[in-house]
């Protein structure tokens, strides 16, 4: 459990720290271009070139936010699926197997794919509802 949480904060930290040092950088810079901008609203040439930064700054924060959406969603697109079920609770799966008494196994290979068995003993599975 322990792991899974410091995996999951490891990745927030990450993910906090592309946005500040890429996406919210450029973000805060074009807003200073756009401030200067309308200081000197009266000067069309200066009022251009404000305008033609910002439009080239704005694109970088629109590619720094799509990258930073891209890492989010390959992080968690994985092409060992047993290895992304870890990831999501596979953990927590063979926990909860263990727990009732349950074979929990999980088998990958390229020619056959993943499977994942929960074998659970029949007095389990057949036990009357109440019982403990």
């Not at 459990?1 to 990450?14: H, I, N, V």
């Not at 924060?61 to 930073?68: H, I, L, N, Q, V």
């Amino acid at each position: 459990m322990s792991a899974r949480f410091d995996e999951r904060l490891d990745e927030r930290l990450r993910v906090a720290r592309d946005l500040h040092d890429t996406f919210l950088q450029t973000v805060q810079g074009s807003r200073l271009v756009a401030d200067n901008a309308l200081r000197n609203a009266n000067d069309p040439q200066q009022m251009r070139h404000a305008v033609k930064q910002l439009s080239e700054w704005l694109v970088q924060a629109t590619r720094e936010g799509r990258a930073a959406l891209h890492s989010l969603r390959t992080s968690t697109q994985m092409n060992d699926l047993s290895a992304a079920l870890g990831h999501f609770g596979l953990q927590g799966m063979r926990e909860r197997a263990t727990c009732i008494g349950a074979r929990f196994t999980v088998s990958s290979s390229a020619n056959f794919g993943t499977e994942i068995k929960v074998v659970v003993p029949g007095s389990i599975v057949f036990r009357k509802p109440g019982a403990v």
